[in-house]
């Protein structure tokens, strides 16, 4: 997965900027839990399944999650003949990947299960390009992207370090291009392993204090 936005830097700075409003005690009995969590997903490009990669990280306050995360298509889906106005007819390639600013409210926050209702807004491209008849890679076009997401999740702790989730909801994404719209808003779900990785930290402090 390439992600190659520069405004990624941007959310990292939001992200930096609102943990720093009020300092992570460790030994306060935690007033942050940082969270981080693989994501595997599975969604729609122009209707066609397809899979996605991508990686979350954030901070948990009481109910409130807020994170940021890194996702794109695995691997390109090929539309193998498509004809391309001046060009003709050729095999497609489309590639997706954006970065995204996660707000999450919990509903339910117990010892072993956290059920959340996350919405997103993020920033990516959708990138085109056709296989020539040298069957060289021929870049043609590009299109940036603002994804909007509202899923329902359920997580549960495996142990108190590392825990398993599944969600699912829809996707809506604003671009310039009506094509991109149509091709990249759908229905999406999700499975996501993670690490509690703020519980992972304090344990290993208070080990080496004692």
């Known amino acids: 997965m390439r992600v190659r936005l520069i405004p990624c830097s941007a959310f990292l700075l939001l992200v930096s900027a609102s943990l720093a409003q009020e300092p992570v005690s460790v030994e306060h009995h935690a007033v942050y839990r940082v969270i981080f969590n693989f994501d595997f997903r599975r969604t729609y490009v122009n209707a066609d399944p397809v899979h ?26 090929i539309q193998p003949a498509v004809d ?23 509903l339910i926050d ?6 959340g209702v ?7 491209n959708y990138r085109k390009s056709y296989v ?11 299109n940036e992207l603002v994804p ?3 899923t329902l999740h359920a997580d549960y702790d495996l142990f108190w370090w590392i825990f398993v989730g599944a ?20 229905r999406t779900y999700y499975l996501k392993v993670g690490l509690r990785v703020g519980e992972v930290v304090k344990r290993a402090r208070k080990k080496l204090k004692d």
């Open 118 to 124: 996350p919405v997103s807004i993020g920033l990516g």
């Open 52 to 77: 996605f990669y991508g990686f979350r990280i954030g901070a948990q306050r009481d109910r409130d999650i807020i994170a940021v995360g890194f996702y794109g298509i695995g691997d390109a889906y």
């Open 84 to 106: 391309l106005p001046g060009i003709g007819t050729r095999e497609l390639r489309t590639n997706f990947d954006y970065a995204a600013l996660t707000y999450e409210r919990l």
């Open 132 to 142: 020539g008849d040298d069957r060289r890679i021929v870049p043609y076009s590009t």
């Open 167 to 186: 969600g699912g909801g829809y996707r809506y994404v604003l671009a310039a291009d009506p094509e991109a719209t149509r091709a990249l808003s759908d």
């Open 110 to 115: 117990s010892k072993r299960w956290q059920v």
């Open 148 to 150: 909007l997401e509202a």
